[in-house]
């Protein structure tokens, strides 16, 4: 099946969801439209500590560091740099070397008008709830991770079969981060409409409380089920362990 991508995410909600990663990143950082901006950023939340972040939203970047030295570093190394090289880990690699690197995941984002329910049974679920825990055991650490189910605050949605959770989404709003929706079905519940189903009752939930709702996909299944929702395309998030440091 080939994929169509949509369009991608507008000025109103480019601007939405740069005002919100950039108060993660702290009081001196800023996303400015064509241009990527370095931020010295000790408390930042956009990465591990101590770690680089490079985050893109549509024609910005914002890329945050631990201390003005590396501040300088990157400024020398990005100089010039498009954004679509800033969203790749291998063209990276050539200008600013690093030795470990989480991600990128791509990030979407949904407004109301846009939101393309489908129908679904999810029920709520507690965080905390065992059916939930053993759900992401029989994921595996592969999955699970790319859910982001694991370490929650707020109820999921999920889907029963023979008594047991299949599939699971959350908008959680607990992780620092603009609300982000996931879902994990195992490889043997795959194909079956579950991920959108999840989804859409976890999108419909963040919706309700009037809240920006975002999509971290890494695979292509995850953006496809995105695109179904009606989300758009709008960047990136790389967070980097620079060589040196």
Not at 46 to 70: C, F, H, I, Q
Not at 188 to 200: D, E, I, K, T, W
Request: glycine share 10%.
């Amino acid at each position: 099946m080939n994929l169509h991508l949509p369009a991608t995410a507008t000025h109103p909600v480019l601007h939405e969801a740069r005002a919100s990663w950039a108060l993660l990143a702290g009081p001196d950082a800023s996303f400015l439209p064509g241009r990527t901006s370095v931020a010295v950023a000790p408390a930042s939340r956009l990465s591990p500590p101590g770690w680089t972040a490079v985050v893109v939203l549509g024609d910005a970047a914002l890329v945050t560091v631990a201390d003005a030295r590396t501040a300088d570093r990157a400024t020398t190394a990005l100089r010039g740099r498009g954004t679509k090289e800033l969203a790749d880990p291998g063209r990276l690699q050539d200008r600013l070397p690093f030795t470990e690197v989480l991600g990128p995941p791509h990030l979407l984002f949904l407004t109301p008008s846009r939101f393309r329910p489908v129908p679904s049974v999810a029920e709520g679920v507690p965080a905390d709830d065992p059916s939930l825990l053993a759900f992401l055991d029989r994921c595996g650490p592969g999955d699970a991770d790319e859910s982001a189910l694991a370490g929650i605050t707020s109820p999921a949605r999920a889907v029963r079969r023979d008594g047991r959770i299949v599939a699971a989404a959350d908008m959680n709003s607990g992780h620092g981060a603009p609300p982000t929706s996931a879902s994990s079905p195992p490889p043997r519940h795959r194909r079956r409409g579950l991920a959108p189903a999840v989804g859409s009752a976890a999108v419909g939930d963040a919706l309700a409380q009037g809240l920006l709702c975002q999509w971290r996909g890494r695979t292509l299944a995850s953006r496809r089920v995105a695109h179904t929702l009606g989300f758009q395309e709008a960047g990136s998030q790389l967070s980097l362990r620079l060589s040196g440091d």
